[in-house]
């Protein structure tokens, strides 16, 4: 579940996006062949952060949590 107005940010692996409104961005972003390893999710405070597998590597999704809902998701390359 995400916010009304929660907006996508993403870098290299992924195609560059700023503040572009996330729900009409998601299908696009997750039709390139990204999984969400559930098995690397670490959750602190307000932001939950993924390793995704992608055809060539890996990836890194964050996103802060607001009232229970993801407001401002992050995709970019594992730190």
Do not use: C, N, Y
Not at 2 to 15: G, K, N, Q, R, S
């Amino acid at each position: 579940m995400t916010t009304e107005d929660a907006v996508l940010h993403a870098t290299a692996p992924f195609h560059p996006r700023s503040g572009v409104p996330l729900r009409a961005q998601l299908s696009t972003v997750l039709a390139g062949g990204a999984r969400i390893d559930r098995t690397s999710k670490q959750v602190a405070a307000d932001r939950a952060t993924w390793t995704l597998r992608l055809p060539e590597g890996f990836g890194l999704a964050e996103a802060d949590v607001t009232d229970g809902r993801v407001s401002e998701p992050r995709l970019g390359p594992v730190r």
